[in-house]
């Protein structure tokens, strides 16, 4: 459900539905970042991750936060302690 250019709110709506409230959310795939620093501003911390050295460039360019994080990253072998995030998402990854 991702719309690039997403006027009419539809995908942050979609977002909001997905989930929870205060959480500590860890995308894998975030390429670029663009739905990660939309995820950053629904959740208490947003971790996104992709192995492509070129999307984390642009994703830590675009910007970070004091709740947005990026790393280089396989969703096979996480690199993070067990129960370090409340919800995983998986979106628009091969």
Do not use: H, W
Request: glycine share 12%.
């Amino acid at each position: 459900m991702a719309i690039r250019g997403d006027t009419t709110g539809a995908e942050s709506n979609f977002l909001l539905d997905m989930l929870a409230a205060d959480a500590d959310i860890l995308e894998i795939g975030c390429g670029d970042g663009r739905l990660t620093r939309k995820y950053a501003g629904l959740a208490r911390s947003v971790t996104g991750i992709d192995l492509g050295q070129a999307g984390l460039r642009e994703a830590r360019q675009a910007g970070s936060g004091r709740n947005l994080s990026f790393a280089c990253a396989s969703g096979a072998a996480l690199p993070f302690q067990a129960a370090s995030f409340d919800q995983a998402l998986f979106a628009l990854s091969l």
